[in-house]
C-alpha cells in the first residue's frame, strides 16, 4: 500500500515536492487550512518564504515574505503530527518551522547562502554526524543551499546532524520523535535536476517514505 504523504498547502505551489514523493512510490495529499486534516502517513513540510520570527521570540530584523496564515496552518499539521507521532521531514522554511515549534531560534540573516544573482543554488560541501543522513549520504557530501536563514539555537529534543563549513546548523534529528529536517533541498537535486557531485535526494525521500510504512 502507498503512504499518503500531506503537503500543507496548494498543489500548485509545491510541483517539484509532489513529484519526489511520487517517484520514491508516495502520493502526496494535500491539505488547505480550514478544510478538514486528510489522513496521512507523514507530513512534508516544505520550502519557501521566512516564518513570523515571534513564533521564536524575536523581533523582525531581516524577515521578509511572512505569511501568518501559512505559519498557522503548518504549525497545526505539525503539532497533529508530533501527538499521533507521524513521521515528519522538513525542508528549508520546514526545518525553521520544526525548530521554532520545539522551542529553538533562528538567525534571521546569514550572508553567503542565498542563491546566486542568477536564481541559481549554490553548492557546498557539509560534514555529518552518525545519524539518518549518514546512512544515506556518508559523512562528508555537497549539497544544495538557496536560504539566507537558519537554526540559530536548537529546539528541545532536536540535534544538529550536519553542518556547513561556516558551522551552519544543515540538518536536525529529533532524539525520541521520528522527525528529520534539512536546511537544503533534496526536491532540487533528484532526477531533470540532479547536480554532478552532489547528493541524490532521491535517497532521502525514499527513505523518509520508508519510515512513514
Given amino acids: ?3 499518503q504523504i500531506l503537503i500543507p498547502g ?7 515536492y509532489a513529484l519526489a514523493v511520487k517517484a520514491s512510490g508516495g502520493i502526496p495529499v494535500f491539505w488547505v487550512s480550514g478544510a478538514p486534516l486528510p489522513p496521512f502517513s507523514g507530513l512534508l513540510l516544505p520550502g519557501g518564504g521566512d516564518i513570523a520570527p515571534s513564533l521564536y521570540g524575536q523581533e523582525n530584523i531581516a524577515c521578509t515574505d511572512i505569511d501568518p496564515e501559512r505559519d498557522t496552518s503548518e504549525l497545526y499539521a505539525l503539532s497533529q503530527a508530533v501527538s499521533m507521532g507521524k513521521p515528519v521531514l522538513g525542508i528549508c522554511r520546514g ?3 520544526i525548530n521554532a515549534f520545539f522551542g529553538g531560534t533562528l538567525r534571521q540573516d546569514l550572508p553567503g547562502h542565498s542563491r546566486t544573482a ?5 553548492l557546498h560541501p557539509v ?5 539518518f543522513l549518514t546512512e544515506l549520504y556518508g559523512t562528508e557530501a555537497i549539497v ?8 540559530e539555537t536548537p529546539g528541545a529534543g532536536l540535534r544538529p546532524v550536519q553542518w556547513a563549513p561556516d558551522g551552519t546548523v544543515e540538518a536536525l534529528e529529533h532524539d525520541t ?4 529536517a534539512v536546511q537544503w533541498h533534496p526536491e532540487r537535486m533528484r532526477g531533470p535536476f540532479s547536480k554532478q557531485g552532489a547528493v541524490n535526494g532521491d535517497l532521502l525521500f525514499r527513505a523518509f517514505l520508508k519510515n512513514c510504512k
Avoid: C, G, I, K
Fill in 177 to 180: 520523535l521520528p522527525v528529520w
Fill in 10 to 16: 496548494r498543489e500548485d505551489a509545491f510541483e517539484n
Fill in 1 to 3: 500500500m502507498q503512504v
Fill in 144 to 151: 544544495n543551499s538557496a536560504h539566507h536563514q537558519a537554526v
Fill in 127 to 131: 560534514r555529518t554526524a552518525p545519524s
Fill in 95 to 97: 526545518e525553521q518551522l
Fill in 118 to 122: 542568477e536564481r541559481l543554488d549554490r
